[in-house]
């Protein structure tokens, strides 16, 4: 059974940190590209920063550039999200995505979502 499991949200201030955590389980992890997502309330899903399956390469969105930081560790079948300098515009729904090929074909799986506010 496919599990993708977020932790790691909740409440910070403007210019505080949070380090998001997925930890994956029921299919080939160090193959997958693992991806991080949001949904603020009333807006489409955006991707945030994406990790490679070998992990070498990461790509993130102009908004979270020089501030988030992807990284996995391939053995605890987990991907982490680093948010520094949080900003109010980041409160949304955090979303944890793994994309690949296994034995049936392309499969997309998805977490349930941690949410993240930032206020003060």
């Known amino acids: 059974q496919v599990q993708l499991v977020e932790s790691g949200g909740g409440l910070v201030q403007p210019g505080g940190s949070l380090r998001l955590s997925c930890v994956a389980s029921?299919?080939?992890?160090?193959?997958?590209?693992m991806s991080w997502y949001r949904q603020a309330p009333g807006k489409e899903r955006e991707l945030v920063a994406t990790s490679t399956s070998a992990g070498g390469s990461t790509i993130y969105a102009d908004s979270v550039q020089g501030r988030f930081t992807i990284s996995r560790d391939n053995a605890k079948k987990t991907v982490f999200l680093q948010m520094d300098s949080l900003k109010p515009e980041d409160t949304a729904v955090y979303y944890c995505k793994a994309f690949g090929y296994g034995t049936t074909g392309r499969y997309d799986y998805w977490g349930q979502g941690t949410q993240v506010t930032v206020s003060s």
């Open positions: 029921g299919f080939t992890f160090s193959r997958a590209v």
